[in-house]
């Protein structure tokens, strides 16, 4: 019987180590698995953090691209709307002939330029104003200006010539009458 209870007492003990060994290597994998899952949550968890990042830098990305859309096309709007009320100003100098401050503006224009010649002048002008001009001495006054309104002077040689006509007037003011435009459409800024 001693063999036997030696071979009992043996195979105890082995199960018993048997048993530790595997109580080990369980908590081992208990251990390894709560590890990864650790991994894998800080994984995931910068993961979504990065995602989020992401997201929000596209969302930013897409706001500035829309306000800057917005602005461009608010942009285009004013200036459509400054060509429109520019385009009617200038159609509305055709009938300025009728506003008695034309007759003011062309008989004092003509006056000032014939001075600043100082030398006999030809003036042209619309047909039908010559009798706005006042009488000028050395000056020859033609009706034969194709223009919406206005005068050219120049020296009888033809070397010299001052435009004001409306058109040119109105292009050399033309920046300045688009302030003005802005600022009443807009509001200064």
Same mark, same amino acid.
């Given at each position: @019987? ?5 071979? $009992?007492?043996?195979?105890?003990? +082995?199960? &018993? ?9 369980? +908590?081992?994998?208990?251990? @390894?698995?709560?590890?990864? /899952?650790? =991994?894998?949550?800080? @994984? ?6 990065? %995602?989020? $990042?992401?997201? #929000? ?11 800057? &859309?917005?602005? /461009? !096309? ?8 400054? =060509?429109? %009320?520019?385009? &009617? ?8 002939? =009728? #506003? ?20 006999? %002048?030809?003036?042209? %002008?619309?047909? $039908? ?8 001495? #050395?000056?020859?006054?033609? &009706? ?11 020296? #009888?040689?033809?070397? !010299? ?8 007037? *109105? ?6 009458? /688009? ?6 459409? *807009? $509001?200064?800024?």
């Amino acid at each position: @019987m001693g063999i036997e209870k030696l071979k $009992g007492s043996l195979l105890t003990e +082995a199960n &018993e180590d048997a048993r530790k060994i595997i109580e080990t290597a369980e +908590a081992h994998v208990r251990k @390894m698995v709560e590890e990864e /899952r650790s =991994k894998a949550s800080a @994984m995931k968890s910068g993961a979504e953090k990065e %995602v989020d $990042g992401l997201l #929000n830098d596209q969302k930013n990305e897409r706001l500035a691209w829309a306000r800057l &859309e917005s602005k /461009r !096309i608010l942009a285009e709007a004013r200036e459509d709307a400054i =060509k429109s %009320v520019l385009e &009617e100003f200038f159609d509305a100098l055709k009938n300025v002939k =009728k #506003n008695p401050e034309y007759k003011k503006f062309l008989g004092r224009a003509v006056a000032d330029a014939a001075t600043e010649l100082d030398s006999p %002048v030809t003036v042209h %002008v619309l047909k $039908g104003d010559k009798s706005l001009i006042p009488a000028l001495k #050395n000056a020859k006054i033609v &009706e034969d200006l194709e223009s919406l309104g206005g005068a050219l002077v120049e020296t #009888n040689d033809g070397k !010299i010539i001052i435009d004001l006509t409306l058109e040119t007037l *109105f292009e050399s003011k033309r920046d300045e009458i /688009r302030k003005q435009v802005y600022d009443r459409l *807009f $509001g200064a800024k």
